[in-house]
């Protein structure tokens, strides 16, 4: 048990994938001797060689597709994407070839890459550098798409991520990743497990990556008014834990889903549909999200606006709960 | 438009094939000496020459039967190799069995080489599964249809060859057209920069469906590999000795330490790009007329001279082989509807079980 940034957090289960597995590399742009821009590999490469860390040419499809053919010879590549806004260059790679190998050749050639993607916004970048393109990839067949939001869980999922022989997507918070919290390596759960990060009986917050803490903060403003949030963090996006999920709709009846990617046909709407066919029944009042808008991302002077924060969650739980002071809603 | 300038000169990139292209069996079956690829096919007696010939007239045969077995409807689609056939037996012959095979869906000629079992040749051409063959069996990945996404899993896989110290060579085989994709430029890049054992094998068939090879380059594309760091060389790809040597060349470097090579094999589609494609909307009759005369069967009959009973033998061999591919391909049956589900993912994914269950109910009361 040790406190570690959620930064160090991933660069420890990195650690303690390259150690246990010689069939582990890592692979990415600056990942070498800088580190990383975000410093995940610091000291990799020193401790386990330029073979095993290793900077790559700067072409996304390139990275990506070498470590396709490093995954037909048995290896394990993981692959750092600078920023969520690289990744489309090697898009195709992704969802034409690390997404169908295994179906396509029967269950015969694995592809069991993990590619390593710090996403969102709220750190004042400029273009390319604050978006969330996980709902792509969630829509893809054969890739699983996870995210995490919290040291502990940054180092259980990094390591469970390469561990894994399916391919996945891993949604690294960027603006979480000083974060500090309690690390302990031997802590474990199934990867495609969502937690109950707090108790509540009168609104189900659903969250993910960046957001959760927003949500915590949020259910701790309510709290102050008498409204019980649950908040839940997803970890998991595809698949999604309809266990977890339903459990807690079902006990309160109301739910808001966050996610800072664009609304229209964003993960929100998947667990929106979801829920309402598997808890309709359950449901008081019609799920809400709050959501960036459907614009580009925009510039850092106005991201604020589109980032969804504690009072706009709020604003969709008063809505759920029918309550007169929603702002965007309808009025009870 | 520079389009519009090259589209008037088809042939830009031709104009230097009689320069530099290696030749070691002319059109009329002339052997012609080359002092420096000699040695590498020394070995290649006439008994060996007259047995890649065979393959070239079996693959043909495949290729032929393929055809018609589409045009009855037993095949969904097929892209023939008609005319490509030395390019693909001659460098796919040179390969050891340990050596890995990355190839677009043109190379039915290289997987006959490959050893792979003619009814897996017919599955994904048929429609009843996404490819037909077990990978590592073979030594030859499943065909990548994303034009020129192979290259790169080729390079990826030869850098996994040197950090296992091994041998083994990947070799890459794609078409003039893929040349303008941005990975096979990537995979350039990359196999220069970590000195790769991998093979670029450049079928330069003059066509990518309809647009012509020089709308993809304005020199020759051996040309640009240098620029990458990567030796190259121009052959005969109808020339299955000269082939063979250059690919020898290229797999000898490749082992040795001397890393990739970029081989541009000028051959030419006689076919069309697929059963579904018409090509008597876009080729020159004359062309292709000039292109029937450097048959890479042809030349090798003219040089080989064989008995009357040894070209009966292999012609009564192709029909054999034949009307097995046909049998095989007639005897593939439609898959169970709920193998939709199976190997998307290699472990258990609860949102597609779900899906599963659901459409497995639906199924059985549809027969109830």
Known sequence: ?332 | MSTAVSAKAPKVALEFESNDLVQLLDPDGRRLADSHYDPFVADITDDRLTALYEDLVLVRRIDTEAVALQRQGELALWPPLLGQEAAQVGSARALRKDDFVFSSYRESGVAFCRGIELVDLARAWRGTSASGWDPYAVGMATPAVIIGAQTLHATGYALGCVKDGVDSVAIAYFGDGATSQGDVNEAMVFAATFHAPVIFFCQNNQWAISEPVSLQAVRPIADRAPGFGIPSVRVDGNDVLAVTAVTREALERARSGGGATFIEAVTYRMGPHTTSDDPSRYVDPLQREEWAGKDPLARLEKYLQLSEDEAARIAARADEVANDFRTACKSIQDPEPLSLFDNVYATPHSGLARQRSRYAAYLEGLES
């Open chain 1, 1 to 332: 048990m040790s406190e570690l940034t959620l930064s160090k957090a991933i660069g420890s289960g990195l650690r303690r994938s390259l150690a246990a597995d010689d069939r582990v590399v890592l692979m990415g742009e600056d990942i070498g001797k800088l580190g990383g821009v975000f410093r995940v590999t610091d000291g990799l490469q020193a401790e386990f060689g330029a073979d095993r860390v290793m900077d790559m040419p700067l072409a996304e499809s390139g990275i990506i597709g070498m470590a396709v053919g490093l995954a037909f010879r048995g290896y394990r590549p993981v692959v750092e994407i600078q920023f969520d806004g690289f990744i489309y260059p090697g898009f195709d790679q992704i969802v034409a070839q690390v997404a169908k190998l295994h179906a396509r050749t029967g269950g015969k050639v694995r592809m069991p890459l993990t590619i390593r993607v710090p996403f969102g916004g709220g750190i004042g970048a400029v273009e390319h550098h604050s978006e969330s393109p996980e709902a792509y990839f969630a829509h893809t067949a054969g890739l699983r798409v996870v995210s995490c939001s919290n040291p502990q869980d940054a180092h259980t999922m990094i390591r469970q991520a390469i561990a894994s022989d399916d391919p996945v997507l891993f949604f690294e918070p960027k603006r979480r990743y000083w974060m500090k919290g309690e690390v302990d390596e031997d802590y474990d759960f199934p990867l495609e497990s969502a937690r109950v990060v707090r108790e509540g009986t009168d609104v189900t917050l659903l969250a993910y990556g960046p957001l959760v803490p927003t949500a915590l903060d949020a259910a701790t403003a309510a709290s102050d008014e008498g409204i019980s949030i649950e908040v839940v963090d997803l970890r998991s996006l595809s698949p999604l834990d309809y266990d977890t999920i339903e459990a807690s709709v079902r006990k309160t009846g109301r739910v808001v889903i966050t996610h800072e990617a664009a609304e229209f046909g964003g993960v929100g709407a998947e667990l929106a549909a979801g829920i309402t066919d598997r808890c309709f029944f359950h449901l008081e009042a019609a799920p809400q999200r709050v959501a960036g808008f459907d614009i580009p991302y925009p510039p850092s002077r106005l991201e604020e606006h589109f980032l969804p924060d504690l009072d706009r969650m709020l604003d969709a739980v008063d809505r759920v709960l029918g309550r007169a002071n929603s702002l965007t809603g309808w009025t009870a």
